[in-house]
Structure formats: structure tokens, C-alpha cells
């Protein structure tokens, strides 16, 4: 096990003139077209189109013309619930699921996408039928109704020639104690030719493990990573150690047979973990790590997983004192230097891995918490919450493992509806990486020792962009528009997953633009 420290040149290189404004982006707008009023809308580009989802309305925009060029519907059969929809190997798939009471069956269905006609088949198409019913997540459907949805996993390999479905079979026995989890697992090329499938029983019961994410490798073999408590309670702490290890179960992708792979990190305790596919030899597995379960993070740890079930290549990156403190106040930084070595970023999450054609990697995490507050009136109490979505660290891992670079991006959100218009989009460019997000204006040029100005949801705010290349990690901050006027255009309802890059340089997002229309914008780096 070795552990890597960043030294101070490599942290401090390139920090003088670190945000250099370009004012350098080309910017298109649409005419506007009828807004579609939906609770889910989902985007794709396909070829030199745009679909989008709107609930059961499809829209197809062509890119080079930027206008709307077909509108439809469609259906699925009655009492059908929707699953998932994404593009694999350039096709575009829906899945949904519908029970037969009759039989006591879940039936698991999917619909392709043609992209001449602008529709979805009219048919759909049976994957498996499971015996009895899958867990999931009961919602309302109406009045005195409801339904049952998340009834099943989806996760595409790396290289898109694969895609695995999961499920778990609900118990007959509630007691968890008693149960040992049956997992559904069901194997498909890209045009949804069967590989695999089978259900599985976990070598544990229900209540000692919770599984806390998956992969697939391009052999069809399926990884799980999952907590397994070293006692009968389900508590994570006990005397201040965590109460739990941590295990990768490997699915066989031909036999079924499942083989435990112990994951020992000696004395570092991992806050998060996910387990990716890398290469056909390996998969990798990517977390952060803190000096136990009570501190936040002040590291990452990578770790490879071999065909063969074993551990290989752990290694962790210390968020050096450098970093922490870039565009954090005097007093955080007093406070943080008097930790010296301890020092943590707190409420990080990683939520990108980057895998690159040279065989280095890109990690993107972001600082995210929420805060909520109860008051009592009239014997009654009211809580409210407000989110955080704050700064960004990106880094770079060369292809030999060692660390090339380390960035702190600073970024300050917040809102009081959950996520709406905030944290930040990736886009990968030319030789470097875009993350993409709202700000406040006040923020273009940052000194170090200053915390950015507040960007509110919903407050307008400029698009702008972190433009970071990938040799170096050289960064510059781009403004790319202001929503309160594009083009004589006030726009609302912008969100990051509205983006969809269309090139390496350039991207279109949808926005509102109120009286009952919408318009499409296309930046041009």
C-alpha cells in the first residue's frame, strides 16, 4: 500500500493568473416554440438531432438549424410503469414493467427508438418474466392509488456492449433477519440479445448487508459492492470504529456462482466507494477516505479489482493544506493550518469518473450539504431546508498512478427547493474538461483567500464555465451568458441536465422563456 503527497510546486504551479477571463464563446438562440409542461423531461442527441421526453410527448430538434422539426407521442399499455430510457451503442431504449396479476408475474419490457421516423416502435418487447413480485418504491398514483416504481436496476458498461438489469425478488417473510436477499440478474448485448440471466442468492441475510453499487465488466460478469455489519445490529459506528466491512461480490457472468472479496484498506475509512468498469484486465473502484468515521474526507483512494477477484494497486491522494484553503476565508484558513496534516474537505462527494483513452483517469467531486431548521407554532411544527452545492475538486491520475494535478474549483449555491438549477454539468472538450454551472457575477475574479459570492436559485445568474486542461490542469473561468438578458432574453427554468454537448466545443440546453414558449441556446467555445 503506498500513499502519495502532493508537494507544494505541484499545487502552487500555474495559481498566479490561475482564472483568466475569456469572454470567448459564441452564443445562438432558437426561435421560440410551444413549451411542453411535464414533471420529467429527459434529453438526448442523436446523430445531428436533439429527442427530448417530456412525460409521453417527444420532440426532435435539428442541431445545425436549431428548430423544432418533428413533435409525437407515445404509449405504453395500461397499468405499464416506466423503468428507464438511455442511449446504448447509439440506440435509444425505453424499459418498462407490467404486472400479471392473473399469473402473480412482473413482465420486464422494451421499446428502440427509430430516429427516422421520430418515434418509439409501436410494440414492445419482452426481456423476462419473474415469478412473484420485485421490491421497489411505493408512490401515489391518484386518488386512494398507488403503484410501485424502481422495481429495477439499470447499468450500461463502459464500452456500451453491454448492459445489466437488476432486481430484487421480494421476500415472503418480512423478518430481514430471516431472509437472505435473492437478486435478479439479467445480462444483454446492445441489441438486447440475452448473455445471462439468473437469480442469485446473497451469501447474507437481507439485514446484514446493504448493497451500495454495481458494475459490469465486458465479459458480462457482475460486480457488488456492498456493506456487510460485523454484528446483528445495523448500526455503522460502535465505540467510535465503524461496525461494518466492506465486500466485493462477484456474480459470474456465465455460472451465476458468487465468489466475496474482503476489501482491506488497513486503518482508513472509506466515506464513499463505487466501483467502476476500467479495462478489460481490471475494474477500478474510487472513494474518499478520512482518519476515521467521524471526520470528513482529506483524500481519495483507488484501488483496481482483477478479473481473478483480487485487490490490486491501493493508493490514496491526500488533499494537501494548499488546496483545502484556495478561496476560503482568512480564519478558515487559520483554523485549517492549525490541523496541518488533518486538515479535511468536508461534505465531499465524487460523482465522476473519467476513464481517458491513455488509460489515466479524471475524478470530479462536489461539496454538497443541506441544512434544516424546526420551529412550533400553535403546537405545530414547520421545517425548512436549504442546499448547498459548493465547491468542485477535480483530478487527474496518470495512467502509471500517479497524481498529476489537483483542483479546487470555487463554487458557492444555494437553494431552497432541492437541486433545481444548481450544481454543475461535465463536458469533456478538446484536450481539456468543462464544468459548466450558474454564478453570481461577483465572482470572475476571485482572489484566493476570499469565499465566492452566494449564487441563489432561481436569481437569474451567468452561465460560465471552468475550462481545465488536461496536460496541466492549467485553469480559466469563462462567462458565457447572462440569463437575465440573452440576446433581449429574460430565461428561466435552466438546469444542468438540460445540457447536451453536441461537439467537443459546443453545447445546447432548453430554457423558458415565458409566454407558454421555449427556446434552445448553442454555445460555441
Not at 468498469?277 to 474518499?288: K, P, Q, V
Not at 414547520?382 to 442546499?387: E, V, W
Request: charged fraction near 30%; aromatic fraction near 12%; proline fraction near 3%.
Amino acid at each position: 500500500m503506498k500513499t502519495l503527497k502532493i508537494t507544494l510546486l505541484i499545487m502552487v504551479l500555474g495559481l498566479t493568473n490561475l482564472f483568466s477571463q475569456q469572454l470567448k464563446s459564441k452564443v445562438e438562440l432558437s426561435k421560440p416554440y410551444p413549451v411542453i409542461d411535464a414533471k420529467s423531461k429527459i434529453y438526448f442527441k442523436i446523430g445531428n438531432s436533439i429527442m427530448t421526453m417530456k412525460d409521453n410527448t417527444l420532440q426532435m430538434f435539428n442541431i445545425d438549424k436549431m428548430n423544432l422539426a418533428n413533435i409525437g407521442e407515445y404509449e405504453l399499455p395500461k397499468k405499464a410503469v416506466f423503468d428507464y430510457v438511455d442511449e446504448i451503442n447509439d440506440k435509444i431504449y425505453m424499459f418498462y414493467d407490467l404486472y400479471d396479476k392473473e399469473n402473480e408475474t412482473e413482465q420486464l419490457f422494451y421499446k428502440a427508438f427509430n430516429s427516422d421516423l421520430g418515434k418509439f416502435e409501436p410494440d414492445g418487447h419482452l426481456l423476462f418474466k419473474v415469478k412473484g413480485k420485485v421490491s421497489g418504491t411505493l408512490v401515489s398514483s391518484g386518488f386512494y392509488s398507488y403503484e410501485t416504481i424502481n422495481k429495477f436496476d439499470f447499468e450500461v458498461a463502459n464500452d456500451e456492449s453491454k448492459l445489466l438489469i437488476k432486481y430484487r425478488v421480494k421476500p415472503e417473510i418480512k423478518d430481514d433477519s430471516k431472509n437472505n436477499d435473492v437478486i435478479g440478474v439479467y445480462v444483454y448485448n446492445s441489441d438486447m440479445t440475452k448473455i445471462f440471466g439468473k437469480e442469485v442468492a446473497m451469501p447474507y441475510t437481507e439485514k446484514k448487508m446493504d448493497n451500495l453499487d454495481y458494475s459490469i465488466d465486458v465479459d458480462g460478469n457482475v460486480y457488488i459492492l456492498t456493506r456487510i455489519y460485523n454484528d446483528e445490529t445495523t448500526k455503522l459506528e460502535k465505540d467510535d470504529k465503524p461496525n461494518f466491512h466492506l465486500e466485493i461480490l462477484k456474480i459470474d457472468g456465465t455460472s451465476g456462482t458468487v465468489t466475496k472479496t474482503p476489501i482491506n484498506l488497513g486503518d482508513k475509512y472509506v466515506k464513499q466507494l463505487s466501483v467502476f468498469e476500467c479495462t478489460a484486465e481490471y475494474m477500478i473502484c474510487l472513494g474518499l477516505s478520512s482518519k476515521d468515521i467521524k471526520s470528513d474526507p482529506d483524500g481519495i483512494v483507488v484501488f483496481k479489482i482483477l478479473k481473478g477477484g483480487a485487490l490490486s494497486d491501493i493508493t490514496y491522494y491526500k488533499i494537501p493544506l494548499e488546496v483545502i484553503n484556495m478561496y476560503e476565508t482568512d480564519k478558515s484558513q487559520e483554523k485549517n493550518e492549525k490541523k496541518e496534516d488533518e486538515a479535511e474537505f468536508s461534505n465531499l462527494y465524487l460523482d465522476h469518473l473519467i476513464i481517458q483513452d491513455d488509460g489515466s483517469i479524471v475524478v470530479v467531486g462536489e461539496k454538497y450539504y443541506s441544512v434544516c431548521h424546526t420551529t412550533y407554532s400553535n403546537g405545530r411544527s414547520y421545517t425548512t431546508c436549504t442546499y448547498h452545492y459548493d465547491d468542485i475538486l477535480i483530478t487527474k491520475i496518470d495512467k502509471s498512478g500517479q497524481l498529476a494535478w489537483m483542483k479546487k474549483l470555487p463554487k458557492r449555491q444555494t437553494s431552497g427547493k432541492g437541486q433545481g438549477g444548481l450544481s454543475y454539468k461535465y463536458m469533456e472538450g478538446e484536450g481539456c474538461h468543462y464544468l459548466l454551472y450558474l454564478d453570481n457575477v461577483k465572482n470572475m475574479n476571485l482572489p484566493l483567500n476570499k469565499r465566492p459570492a452566494q449564487h441563489v436559485d432561481g436569481k437569474g445568474g451567468y452561465l460560465t464555465a471552468y475550462k481545465v486542461q488536461d496536460s496541466d490542469g492549467k485553469t480559466e473561468k469563462i462567462s458565457i451568458l447572462n440569463m437575465d438578458n440573452v440576446k433581449g432574453i429574460e430565461l428561466f427554468q435552466f438546469a444542468v441536465n438540460r445540457i447536451i454537448p453536441v461537439t467537443l466545443n459546443s453545447f445546447i440546453f432548453e430554457a423558458y422563456k415565458k409566454q407558454k414558449e421555449d427556446v434552445l441556446v448553442k454555445v460555441t467555445f
